[in-house]
């Protein structure tokens, strides 16, 4: 089998203030035809910039050096001729965040089309066609409805399909997967490894995958290559790794594994919220007049409970409404239904009769470099809320931002940084402590994970615990990864296109799942984790 992809003896650094730091220190391994390729690590390892390299993607102040042939060609040092004609057509990448790869000026249409006209000449229907049987293939529902949309009105998931299909467009002989299935629930994962396989399959094509769940690995790999401080540090066949890894670094990736349980609730536990049949329907609007024509159905009729000490966690697929629940209830969008917050009936309540309540209602989100302002020092960040609600009286605001980031296991010395200058498990601890630095109530954690590498995965649930049980707090847990919301949860709620399809406690659904979808979530969750 011949190879399609050599590297060998690739170094790469970057120059900063006039000094080099190096990130990819003498990287050798191959890729045959049809061959599938891991590349597993924790973030800064080198996988990225690894992947990158192989067709001249690094800005300027890379300086890369070793080889990197695609089909016997020199792509280190190759002209911007032979680089254009190679990249998204012989080799395509798909990205982690497709927020920030896709243009939010443009439509789904407009951006698939870009790369059928640069590379196959298809223009008008031939194109429009080929766009609408990429968007089926990648699980998107309704794709004729889909083409007019922009980036923003999808959901994370559907978001990273419209990268899928970008990245197959052409039909390419290597496809470099950057942590595709990062932001998608797992029964969508299922779906596009499945897809990926097929294709590899039925096309005869290569693929490099790097990712740091090792559960993907071994479903899709024919072979393992270890990353740890920009070397290799093991490689050899998938079931090999799995079976007898050799390198205690392998071997501290293959154990980390968010396990468990959380402590129980408190039998007098307070109610920190409740909803009663809650309803979050959103119109569509056509023509001139704007006139409502339908409506997207977000969320019908939930009725849900949350407890001092007590987490629910809400699962479910990408767009089935589990984000749009925990808003509502923060009341940070509008609803219909009742929505109780700590024996208050806070429906109606306008914006200032709430402001009161907003310093115990927090929230952490998905991706924590996307949440922390880039112009705004740790400190600053962490400190916002006191700014907006104050400090309590005779302290500070920098003594409590000290307190917090000691309890979270940052440094107080980092205070000073920007988020740039931490890791991405190091921007979830900011992100968590300026939720944490007001002392809520309630906290909405969503999808505050899945972003991270697996060993960072446990330490932040570990966190996460360790709170919930020193302050008594409520958590709304939304998340994809079931083995982390069995970890979290003590109740559970399955949603799927804005219905309450099962709730109940988190060992009931996981043990005993009545209804089909869940059981369909189960198996997708814990087939890919074996």
């Known amino acids: 089998m011949s190879n399609i992809l050599e590297v060998n003896d690739l170094r790469v650094s970057f120059r900063q203030d006039g000094q080099v730091f190096p990130a990819v220190k003498g990287v050798s391994f191959s890729i045959a035809k049809g061959e599938t390729v891991a590349l597993v690590g924790e973030s800064g390892s080198g996988k990225s910039v690894t992947a990158l390299s192989t067709v001249s993607l690094l800005g300027d102040s890379a300086i890369v050096e070793g080889s990197v042939t695609y089909n016997n060609e020199e792509m280190v040092g190759a002209s911007d001729t032979l680089l254009r004609k190679v990249r998204g057509n012989d080799i395509s990448f798909i990205f982690q965040e497709p927020m920030t790869s896709l243009n939010p000026l443009h439509t789904l249409e407009r951006q698939l089309i870009e790369s059928l006209e640069l590379h196959q000449g298809l223009t008008g229907d031939a194109a429009r066609a080929r766009v609408l049987e990429l968007l089926v293939k990648v699980g998107i529902r309704d794709p004729e409805t889909r083409l007019g949309a922009y980036p ?91 079976s007898n890894p050799r390198h205690p670094y392998t071997q501290m990736l293959l154990s980390a594994e968010s ?128 700014g907006v609600h104050g400090a309590p009286k005779g302290r500070s605001h920098r003594e409590m931002v000290t307190e917090v980031m000691i309890e979270v296991g940052l440094d107080p010395m980092t205070m000073h940084r920007y988020p740039h200058e931490f890791s991405g498990g190091q921007r979830q601890r900011i992100a968590i402590a300026r939720a944490m630095v007001l002392r809520p109530k309630l906290v909405v954690l969503d999808e505050p994970t899945s972003a991270l590498d697996m060993t960072v995965q446990v330490q932040i649930v570990n966190l996460l615990r360790d709170l919930q049980k020193k302050y008594d707090l409520a958590y709304l847990f939304i998340s994809h990864d079931l083995k982390v919301v069995r970890a979290m949860s003590h109740k559970v709620i399955v949603m799927r296109t804005g219905d309450v399809v099962e709730y109940g406690s988190a060992a009931d659904i996981f043990d005993n799942p009545q209804s089909e979808y869940t059981k369909t979530l189960m198996a997708a969750a814990f087939d890919l984790a074996s």
């Open 259 to 386: 396990t468990g349980s959380p402590d129980p609730v408190k039998p007098d536990a307070e109610e920190i919220a409740r909803t009663d049949n809650l309803k979050i329907w959103f119109p569509i609007q056509r023509g001139f007049l704007k006139r409502t024509v339908g409506y997207v159905k977000a969320v019908n009729d939930a009725s849900i409970a949350v407890r001092a000490g007590e987490t629910v966690g809400i699962v479910g697929e990408s767009g089935s409404g589990k984000t749009t629940l925990a808003l509502a209830i923060m009341r940070l969008i509008q609803s219909e239904g009742g929505i109780t917050y700590r024996g208050q009936n806070v429906r109606d309540w306008s914006t200032r009769e709430l402001r009161r309540l907003r310093s115990e209602m927090q929230i952490v989100f998905q991706d924590p470099y996307g949440s922390l302002s880039p112009r705004m020092t740790c400190e600053q960040i962490i400190a916002e809320g006191l």
């Open 152 to 242: 923003h009105q999808l959901s994370g998931g559907q978001r990273q399909r419209v990268m899928i299909a970008m990245a197959l467009a052409n039909g390419p002989e290597l496809l470099i997967a950057d942590e595709p299935t990062t932001a998608l629930d797992v029964t969508i994962q299922a779906q596009i490894l499945e897809l990926l396989a097929d294709l590899k399959q039925a096309e005869d094509m290569s693929l490099l995958f790097i990712t740091h769940d090792l559960g993907i690995v071994r479903k899709i790999a024919d072979r393992v290559c270890v990353m740890q401080n920009g070397e290799i540090v093991e490689t050899g066949p998938t079931a090999e790794i799995f």
